[in-house]
């Protein structure tokens, strides 16, 4: 609680907010230059905004809800690997390990994280 004494409760409303409505951006982003129709036609894609310990701060409202689970323990998984010090701006992380990520619900092998630092 110590690390939100300094935000009233407007100003976190209005941080929220925009949070979500970038996350919601990048939701719309991906749905609109996808060429899979998993991603067109079933939606089947999340989008979330993580910390920079894999905890989830915002995801997008019509994300996939078992996306909202598997994010975090995906972001971990390669920051366990790939610590932030060595990260380069423009650098993107992609995985398929299913195997580093079994016990994780909703977890396959099509499964193609993407995550820019």
């Not at 951006?25 to 979330?48: F, H, K, P, Y």
């Not at 610590?83 to 380069?88: D, E, F, G, K, L």
């Not at 992380?93 to 993407?114: C, E, K, S, W």
């Amino acid at each position: 609680m110590t690390r939100l004494a300094g935000f009233d409760p407007i100003s976190l409303e209005i941080m929220w907010s925009r949070l979500i409505g970038i996350a919601d951006d990048m939701w719309t982003t991906v749905l609109r230059t996808a060429v899979s129709t998993i991603i067109g036609a079933a939606q089947d894609v999340g989008c979330e905004i993580l910390d920079a310990d894999g905890g989830s701060v915002a995801h997008a409202s019509r994300s996939m809800p078992v996306f909202n689970l598997v994010m975090p323990t995906v972001t971990r998984a390669v920051l366990a690997r790939h610590p932030v010090a060595t990260m380069r701006p423009g650098d993107v992380f992609i995985t398929n390990r299913p195997l580093a990520l079994r016990g994780t619900p909703g977890r396959h092998r099509r499964d193609h994280p993407y995550l820019p630092p």
